[in-house]
């Protein structure tokens, strides 16, 4: 079964994160043969094919046993078709997440931070963002980063967004080991908006979500 993660401080919220530990046999016991064949026949890579099973089992956690299917705007952000709500997808190596809630949009990413966010660091990460990072766990805060704004990114949907121009994350708060929150905001072409973000460590991964303060 997935994990699941209930955020207090973002009410109506629903989080399901699942770690693929699972063979594809097992995985296609949890959804119909209808499901599986455009499943195989779209995604050859196996990894991407776990993934894809996976997500459809969180759907149909999310429809309480009803069957929800995805549709997408304009803008390329998936919403669920048989309910009403705003919804957001991730997955990394091994993990898979759906991020939902009833009124509000929403941004769920799953980074599995490593080096690499270093080496990108200057495209991303502005002037405000470089006076707070911890110097001494640069990776960790810079990861961060990259992760809440991988999560607007979402949130807002559409093109022509700057990460390092337009996205802005503030220092997070209520910060323990493993998880904390802050706000970040958007301000470019689309206008202003402000989101409130919370992040945790798993094993092995940052989960971060956002939700658009209205």
Known sequence: ??????????????????HLSETENTLKK??????????????PHP?????????SILLHHLGDGQIVNLLYNDEGKPFPQEIPGHISISHSKNYVGLL???LISCGLDLEEVDERVLRIGPRFINDQEYNWIDKDNLMRDSGLIWSVK???FKNIGGGGILFKEHLKVEPPLLVSIHNGAG????????????FKY???????????HTIAIE
Not at 30 to 43: C, G, L, R, T
Not at 198 to 208: F, I, P, R, T, W
């Open 1 to 18: 079964m997935p994990l699941y993660f209930n955020s207090l401080q973002t009410p109506g919220a629903r989080i399901w994160v699942w």
């Open 30 to 43: 949890f959804i119909s043969e209808e499901d599986f064949i455009p499943i195989s026949n779209h995604y």
């Open 47 to 55: 990894q991407r094919r776990l993934q894809k099973i996976a997500i």
């Open 100 to 102: 939902y809630h009833p």
């Open 150 to 152: 991988e999560c607007l």
């Open 183 to 194: 706000k970040a905001s958007y301000d470019g072409p689309m206008g202003k908006k402000m």
């Open 198 to 208: 919370q992040y945790e460590y798993l094993d092995g991964v940052l989960m971060v």
